[in-house]
């Protein structure tokens, strides 16, 4: 299947961020390990990265989002946006909010206790779990979405209905300490997906549609 990279539409606000060079960042190595497998992600891991988040909560809770105008920039333009979407790595829920708009059913995880209970959406569809090991059938969702998360290839290929579409959007491109390149999450979900991408704002975003 191809990558096609589309026009930016939705322009950046401010002077674009920096790339950051892989071993720059430390979460970089933990993406990477999630991405493809590497054995790297075990309960330990989980477990720092939740208290990472934890500890982050409080001040999360007052970002603006800026991956609320990324989503809706891919939503408007892939038009692959019907049945029921999954967030992984909701947070504090801004962008799950979003996606209530645009589909019939919208659930949320994070693997930090402390974002779901400092949500500014408590009454949105949350749940505490590992987004390595979903507590859903296989092909439930018609879209999954992940904003500056953690990508793990083999839950999202699994929960995925045939037609369905992975939104992975990175509101800081290269500059997000949480980052893949549109060519690594393609890679990593296989090349039976067929790729979208475009800068957005500040930042990218990739949509993968998964064929039969």
Not at 18 to 35: E, F, L, Q, S
Not at 134 to 145: C, H, K
Request: hydrophobic fraction near 40%; glycine fraction near 10%; proline fraction near 4%.
């Amino acid at each position: 299947m191809s990558h096609i990279f589309l026009p930016r539409v939705l322009e950046a606000v401010i002077e674009p961020v920096g790339g950051i060079a892989d071993g720059a960042h430390p979460m970089r190595a933990v993406v990477k390990g999630a991405a493809f497998n590497d054995g790297s992600w075990d309960g330990i891991r989980a477990q720092k990265v939740a208290d990472l988040f934890d500890s982050m909560a409080l001040e999360w809770k007052e970002r603006e989002n800026e991956g609320c105008s990324m989503v809706m920039d891919a939503f408007d333009r892939i038009q692959f946006t019907t049945g029921r979407a999954l967030e992984v790595g909701c947070g504090t829920g801004e962008v799950l909010e979003i996606l209530k708009g645009y589909f019939d059913e919208a659930v949320g995880i994070d693997i930090s206790h402390e974002m779901l209970r400092n949500s500014n959406y408590p009454e949105a569809d949350q749940i505490n779990c590992d987004g390595a090991r979903l507590p859903f059938p296989s092909e439930s969702f018609d879209a999954v979405v992940i904003v500056n998360s953690l990508l793990f290839p083999a839950e999202v290929d699994r929960i995925l209905k045939v037609g369905g579409t992975c939104f992975f959007v990175s509101t800081k491109g290269d500059g997000t300490p949480i980052y893949l390149s549109p060519y690594d999450v393609r890679k990593a979900l296989g090349l039976k997906y067929q790729a979208f991408t475009a800068a957005s704002g500040n930042g990218i975003w990739t949509a993968l549609h998964k064929s039969a």
